[in-house]
């Protein structure tokens, strides 16, 4: 039985997002988001342990969300490889974003 160490609840989220490693830009897709941290389909190999840029978008919110994170979890699925990520730096007003909408879409 694997054990979740999410401090936060986590909503899906299928959106795009950017990463920004070093010099590379690399496009992917959101799978969920919380407070706490995002998961992506990131078909590119990296190391957790790396830290990064990402931008994403949120449904109805007219601009990027940016943050800071960690990557923490890097696994290949059958066809996919699920990049997991913890936020180290969220503006107020991200994270306010983020809450409203996890919070929506928990309660729908």
């Not at 992506?40 to 919110?61: A, H, M, R, W, Y």
Request: proline residues 6%.
């Amino acid at each position: 039985m694997t054990q979740n160490k999410r401090c936060y609840p986590r909503a899906p989220l299928a959106a795009d997002a950017i990463i920004y490693l070093g010099s590379s830009r690399l496009m992917c897709t959101t799978v969920d988001v919380g407070l706490g941290g995002i998961a992506l389909n990131c078909p590119f190999p990296s190391e957790p342990g790396t830290f990064l840029q990402i931008d994403f978008t949120l449904p109805n919110v007219p601009r990027w969300v940016s943050a800071k994170a960690l990557l923490v979890r890097n696994q290949q699925n059958e066809s996919s490889r699920i990049w997991g990520l913890k936020f180290k730096t969220l503006h107020r007003s991200a994270a306010k974003l983020i809450s409203e909408y996890v919070d929506h879409k928990l309660s729908a």
